[in-house]
């Protein structure tokens, strides 16, 4: 069994949109309890004003996705490593007390920018497939620009 991987997008706070890593079911199938298996999150939660943290866990029925944009597979056997990988990453800091900005000279790090690094360790370490011969970052890129479509 494999995983499609997706970049997930839903309604975050401020001007951009929140970034997850999202998997599903590669194809139906039924577990002898004729359940089929969960799909999972993979993302930072919180936000740059209080700092954010890492989380796994399974989708939920309230989940809801402005849109969500295929990048790969991965397989079944590598699920552990996703976790393992996501969770060596330093989710983004604390970046603001109040309206002031802590780090006024580093970029802003946010889900976005943790999604995209996460993506490329998954990636580098060979667990992040791509079946369409696209690399997966012009697919992200187009994507935020509206210039991509499989």
């Known amino acids: 069994m494999s995983y499609n991987v997706y970049l997930a997008e839903s309604l975050g706070g401020g001007n951009s949109d929140h ?4 998997l599903e079911p590669a194809a ?3 577990t002898a309890h004729g359940i089929e298996p969960s799909c999972f999150i993979f993302q930072v939660k919180d936000s740059v ?3 954010m943290t890492y989380e796994f866990r399974d989708a939920r029925d309230e989940d809801f996705f402005l849109g969500k944009t295929l990048l790969g597979t991965v397989d079944a056997d590598d699920f552990n490593c996703i976790d393992r990988v ?4 330093p989710p983004p800091k604390k970046q603001f007390h109040g309206p002031k900005r802590l780090y006024p000279r580093e970029k802003l790090y ?3 920018a943790w999604t995209r690094d996460a993506l490329r360790a998954l990636a580098a370490e060979g ?6 011969g696209v690399p997966w970052q012009d697919i992200h890129e187009g994507r935020r620009t509206g210039t991509w479509s499989i």
């Open 110 to 112: 946010k889900c976005q």
């Open 28 to 30: 139906s199938r039924s």
């Open 86 to 89: 996501c969770a060596a990453l």
């Open 19 to 22: 970034h997850a890593i999202l």
């Open 49 to 51: 004003a209080q700092g």
């Open 127 to 132: 667990v992040l497939r791509n079946p369409y």
